[in-house]
C-alpha cells in the first residue's frame, strides 16, 4: 500500500506543484458544503456530491503537505497541474458516467482553483472565462433541446460565477499570505545566497593574503639564504686569517726562543758584574763611613780616591781632588825637610809613615792633622798605591790645652766649695732637728731629702730612701682600707689631687709593721726661676692628739646621751599629758605644759646643735661624701618644710634653671642640713605673705644655690659676725628668741668641708640672700 | 590572732618603762620590761617576743652584746630588734645596723607617736 502511495506521491511531486492538490482538496470540500446547501436544486445530485467529495479526498491524498517547497509560480507546472487536474477528472467523470451537469461542474472546479494560478488579473480572467464556458455549455446543450435556458437557470450560474469570485477572493488573501510567507523564505535564503557569496570573497581574500604572505616569507627565505651565504664566505675568509696567525705566532716563538738565549748570557756578564761592583761598593761605604780622612794615590802621589771625610776635612770635592797632587791642594804648609822625610820613609824604605802636618782647607784656614801613610806593594815588591789617613786633631788639640787651664781654675774653685759645703752642712743639720719628719723628692718622686725625724716616724733608714721613689718607703692609706696605699707624693707631683686642706691626714705603716697616724702638708719646691724642682712634705704623729679627741669625742657622746636621757623622759611624759593618757588635763594645765614641751625641744634642739658643733670642731671625720644631686635635695627640704611653709604664710619660688642633672661632692645628710637651715632661717625671718626665691645655677664649674628671702634683714654692723658661733642679731633675737645661733657656723663648716663657699647679701627691712657655692661634681673624676 | 602581739622593752630607765608599759598596753600590746641586758635575753627566751625595743646603754650587758647574742641564736635571731638609744654616733648607729637591727632611733630627737608608729610598723609584717 505504501509503495503505491509514494509512487503516485513521487509522480505528482515530479509533474506538479503539490500545492494545488491541497486547495484542490479544499475546493472540494467547499463544493460538497456547497452542494449541500444547494441541494434542493433541481441539477444538485446526491451523487455528485459522493464524485466530490471522492475526488476531495483523492486530492488532498495527493497534496502531501511535505512537498509544498516547490516554488509555486514556476509557469509550466502549473499549466501541466491544469492538464493534468483536468485529464483526470474527465477520465473518472467519463467512467463514471457523468453528465452535462457534471462537466459545468468540472468547470466550476476550475473556475474555483484560479486563484491558484497566479495573479488577481489571471484569476478573475480565469473565473470568467470557466463562466463562460459553463455558459457556452449550457447555450450548447439547449439548443439542443436537453436544457432549458430559463430565468432561473441563467441566475444560478449568475450566482454560481458570483459565489466563485466570492470564494476566490478569500482563498487569494489566504495564498497571498501564504506567498509572502514564502517570499521571505526566498528573501532569506537570497540573504544566505549573498553570505555565502560574501564569504566567498573573504575567503578568496584571505587566500590572496595568505597567497601573498606566502610570497613574503618566501622573499624573507631568499634573503636569509643570501646572507648565510654571505656569512658562510666571511668565515671562510677568517678561517683563512686563523691559519695564517698561527704561521705568524709559531714564527714570533722561535724568535721569542733566541731572544731569551740571548738575555741569559746577557744576565749571566751582569751578574758577574754586579757582584764585582757589591765588592767595590761595600769598600766605599766602608770608607765613607769613617771619619778619618782615606785618601789613595798612585807611586808618584796622584789620588786616586778620595772618601767622604777626606772631602769635609780638606774643603776640596773629590773631583777637585781626584788626579791632583795633594801637596798642591792641602799640603805644602810646612817645611821642606819634613815632606822629604815622609817621602823618604814611603817610598825608599816602602814602609809607612806616621806623624803630625799642619794642612790648609780650600777657604784658607789652617788645622793639624795626624797622618800615616802606608804604601801597598804588588808581587815584585813595587809600591803600587799610597794609602793615606788623616785625622783632623786641631780641636782635640785645642780641647786639651783647655783642660788643663780648666784644671788650675778647678783648683781655685775647689777651695771655695769647701767653704759652702760645710755652710750647707750646717744648713742640713738644721733641717735634721726639726721635729716633724721631711721628705723632699725630685719632680719624679725621687726621695732627695729624708730626715731624723722620718727615719723615726717611717722605722726606715735615711740611705734606704735617698734615690727610690718616695712611696718605696711611705706606706701611707687610709684607716678604712688598710690594703690600698694612697701615694701621696706621687698624686701631689702629678696633679691629681692638692692635700691642701690644712693637715691631711692619713695613717702610716712603718717598716716594723706598726702603724701611727699622721698629719702632713705637702707643697712644691721651687727654684729662684720659679720653676718647680721638686715637692716637699711634712709629716707629724699626731697618734696622740687622735687619742685626745677620741677621749673628748666619748665625753661629749657621754655628756650628750646623759643630757638627752632625762630630757626623753620629759618630751615624752609631756606627750602623755597632752594627749590625755593619764587622765583628762584641765583647760589652764594645757597652756603650762605646752610652754614646758616647747622649751624641752629647744633644749634636746640645743643638745644636737652643741654635739655637731664641737664634732665639727675637732675636725672629725665626719659624714662620708658622696655624688648628691643639687636639685633633688632642695626639693626635699622644701618638700619636708611645707607644713612650716604653710603655717608661716609665705610663698616659695624654685627656679633650677635646667641644672636637674647637676651634682656635687658632699656628705648628703650634711647637704639637707645645710639647705635646710638656710631656709628654714628664710622662712622664720620673713613676714606674712612674703616670698622666698631659690635659684640654682651654674657657672665655671661651680653650682650657686641662691636662697633669697623678702624679710627683715641683717643689719650692716653685725653681718660680720653672722657666721660666729652662738651669735645672733638684734632684730633676729626679737623676731624668735627661740634660736641657739648655731645655725650658720653649722652650715658654714658643712659646706667649706666640701669645698665650698657660704655667704650673703642683705639689706635690713629688705631682706637676704644667702648664696652657697659648690663645685660641680663630673662623673669622669 | 587571739595572742595580742607581745613587745619586749630591754631600758634601764624606770621612768622611760612607765611611759612604754603606760602607752602601748593602751595600743593593746602586751608589753613585757627587763631592766638590763641578761634580763632581756632570758626574757627574749622565755616569752619569745614578736618585736624587741633595745637601749643601749644598760648595766650588765648593753645593747650591743644583746644584741649580738640574740642574732646569734638560731631560735632568737628572727625577733626583729629596733635600737632606742640616745647615743648619737654614726659608728654607733653604723654597729648596730652591722648587728642586725632594723633601726636606730634617738629617743630625745622622736615624739612616742614615733615609737608606736614603728610598733605598729614591725608587728604588722
Known amino acids: 500500500m505504501k509503495k503505491i502511495y509514494d509512487f503516485f506521491i513521487g509522480v505528482m511531486n515530479k509533474y506538479t506543484t503539490g500545492v494545488p492538490f491541497l486547495i484542490w482538496g479544499f475546493y472540494g470540500l467547499v463544493m460538497a458544503v456547497f452542494l449541500i446547501i444547494f441541494r434542493d436544486y433541481p441539477n444538485v445530485r446526491f451523487e455528485k456530491l459522493l464524485y466530490v467529495l471522492v475526488l476531495s479526498t483523492v486530492w488532498l491524498i495527493a497534496s502531501d503537505v511535505t512537498k509544498r517547497r516547490e516554488l509555486f509560480n514556476k509557469k509550466i507546472h502549473f499549466i501541466v497541474d491544469s492538464l493534468v487536474y483536468v485529464a483526470i477528472f474527465s477520465a473518472i467523470y467519463y467512467f463514471t458516467g457523468g453528465s452535462r451537469g457534471d462537466l459545468s461542474f468540472i468547470f466550476s472546479l476550475i473556475a474555483v482553483s484560479a486563484p491558484l494560478f497566479g495573479t488577481w488579473i489571471e484569476t478573475m480572467i480565469l473565473i470568467w472565462a470557466s463562466g463562460m464556458v459553463i455558459f457556452g455549455i449550457d447555450l450548447t446543450f439547449a439548443f439542443r433541446g436537453d436544457v432549458s435556458l430559463d430565468h432561473y437557470h441563467i441566475g444560478s450560474m449568475i450566482l454560481r460565477i458570483l459565489v466563485y469570485f466570492v470564494i476566490a477572493g478569500i482563498i487569494k488573501y489566504f495564498q497571498i499570505n501564504y506567498l509572502k510567507e514564502l517570499e521571505k523564505a526566498k528573501e532569506f535564503q537570497a540573504t544566505i545566497l549573498e553570505k555565502n557569496k560574501e564569504l566567498e570573497k573573504a575567503k578568496a581574500s584571505v587566500d590572496d593574503q595568505i597567497r601573498e604572505k606566502t610570497k613574503e616569507l618566501q622573499e624573507q627565505n631568499n634573503y636569509l639564504e643570501n646572507a648565510r651565504k654571505v656569512a658562510a664566505n666571511i668565515l671562510e675568509d677568517m678561517m683563512e686569517s686563523g691559519n695564517k696567525l698561527q704561521e705568524q705566532n709559531s714564527y714570533l716563538e722561535d724568535a721569542r726562543k733566541a731572544v731569551v738565549n740571548i738575555l741569559e748570557d746577557v744576565a749571566q756578564s751582569e751578574h758577574d758584574l754586579s757582584h764585582k761592583t757589591l765588592e767595590l761598593e761595600k769598600f766605599q761605604q766602608a770608607a765613607d763611613a769613617s771619619f778619618d780622612q782615606i785618601a789613595i794615590t798612585n807611586p808618584d802621589g796622584i789620588i786616586l780616591y778620595i772618601n767622604d771625610a777626606g772631602e769635609e776635612i780638606t774643603g776640596y770635592s773629590k773631583e777637585e781632588s781626584i788626579g791632583k797632587n795633594p801637596g798642591k791642594l792641602w799640603g805644602g804648609q810646612v817645611a821642606r825637610d819634613v815632606y822629604e822625610k815622609m817621602w823618604n820613609t814611603i817610598k825608599v824604605d816602602k814602609s809607612p809613615y806616621a806623624g803630625e802636618i799642619t794642612n790648609k782647607r780650600k777657604d784658607g784656614e789652617k788645622y793639624l792633622a795626624s797622618i800615616r801613610i802606608s804604601p801597598i806593594l804588588d808581587k815584585k815588591g813595587d809600591v803600587k798605591f799610597y794609602v793615606g789617613v788623616e785625622r783632623d786633631i786641631t780641636e782635640e788639640r785645642e780641647a786639651q790645652v783647655q783642660i788643663i787651664r780648666h784644671a788650675a781654675e778647678l783648683q781655685k774653685a775647689n777651695v771655695s766649695i769647701e767653704k759652702q759645703k760645710e755652710s750647707v752642712e750646717s744648713i742640713l743639720r738644721f733641717l735634721k732637728s726639726i721635729g716633724d719628719g721631711v721628705v723632699a723628692t725630685d719632680m719624679e718622686g725621687r726621695v732627695i731629702f729624708f730626715n731624723e725625724a722620718a727615719e723615726k716616724l717611717t722605722g726606715a733608714a735615711n740611705e734606704k730612701a735617698i734615690g727610690n721613689y718616695a712611696w718605696e718607703t711611705l706606706y701611707y692609706f687610709k684607716e678604712s682600707d688598710p690594703k690600698t696605699q694612697i701615694r701621696v707624693i706621687k698624686k701631689f707631683l702629678a696633679g691629681e689631687e692638692k692635700f691642701n686642706r690644712v693637715s691631711d691626714r692619713l695613717m702610716l705603716k712603718r717598716k716594723d709593721g706598726a702603724v701611727v697616724d699622721i698629719s702632713f702638708s705637702i707643697s712644691y719646691i721651687y727654684d729662684k726661676n720659679k720653676i718647680k724642682q721638686g715637692c716637699i712634705l711634712v709629716m707629724r704623729d699626731v697618734t696622740e692628739e687622735r687619742e685626745l679627741e677620741k677621749t673628748k669625742d666619748n665625753f661629749l657622746s657621754v655628756a650628750a646621751h646623759q643630757l638627752r636621757t632625762p630630757l626623753s623622759g620629759i618630751r615624752w611624759s609631756l606627750e602623755m599629758l597632752l594627749g590625755d593618757d593619764v587622765g583628762k588635763l584641765p583647760e589652764e594645765a594645757h597652756e603650762v605644759v605646752e610652754n614646758i614641751n616647747e622649751n624641752t625641744m629647744r633644749l634636746i634642739n640645743l643638745v644636737n646643735d652643741l654635739l655637731n658643733v664641737s664634732r665639727i670642731n675637732m675636725g672629725k671625720v665626719i659624714e662620708p661624701a658622696s655624688p648628691v644631686g643639687v636639685v633633688e635635695t632642695i626639693s626635699a627640704v622644701l618638700k619636708s618644710g611645707e607644713g612650716f611653709v604653710a603655717k608661716n604664710k609665705v610663698k616659695i619660688v624654685f627656679d633650677n634653671d635646667n641644672n636637674t642633672e647637676t651634682k656635687v661632692f658632699i656628705s648628703p645628710q650634711h647637704f639637707f642640713e645645710a639647705i635646710e637651715n638656710i631656709v628654714s632661717n628664710a622662712i622664720k625671718y620673713t613676714p606674712e605673705l612674703g616670698t622666698i626665691k631659690t635659684v640654682v645655677s651654674q657657672k665655671d664649674g661651680k653650682v650657686r644655690i641662691a636662697i633669697a628671702d623678702s624679710g627683715i634683714g641683717i643689719p650692716k654692723k653685725e653681718q660680720e659676725k653672722m657666721f660666729s658661733k652662738f651669735f645672733r642679731a638684734q632684730n633676729a633675737i626679737q623676731k624668735d628668741p627661740d634660736g641657739s645661733g648655731l645655725g650658720l657656723s653649722v652650715v658654714k663648716s658643712f659646706i667649706e668641708e666640701a669645698g665650698g663657699t657660704v655667704s650673703f647679701e642683705s639689706e635690713e627691712g629688705k631682706g637676704t640672700t644667702f648664696f652657697i657655692e659648690l663645685p660641680v661634681y663630673s662623673e669622669s673624676k | ?125
Open chain 2, 1 to 125: 590572732m587571739n595572742n595580742p602581739p607581745c613587745i619586749l622593752i630591754a631600758e634601764d630607765d624606770k621612768f622611760l618603762v612607765k611611759v612604754y608599759t603606760t602607752k602601748l598596753s593602751k595600743e593593746g600590746f602586751q608589753v613585757e620590761v627587763a631592766s638590763n641586758g641578761e634580763e632581756a635575753l632570758k626574757l627574749a627566751r622565755e616569752k619569745n617576743p614578736d618585736l624587741i625595743f633595745c637601749d643601749l646603754m644598760m648595766p650588765i650587758k648593753d645593747g650591743f652584746e644583746v644584741l649580738k647574742e640574740l642574732k646569734a641564736d638560731t631560735k632568737l635571731k628572727k625577733i626583729k630588734v629596733v635600737i632606742l638609744s640616745n647615743l648619737s654616733q654614726e659608728e654607733d648607729k653604723k654597729r648596730v645596723m652591722d648587728l642586725g637591727a632594723e633601726e636606730y632611733i634617738v629617743k630625745a630627737n622622736v615624739p612616742f607617736s614615733e615609737v608606736i608608729a614603728l610598733a605598729k610598723k614591725y608587728l604588722a609584717k
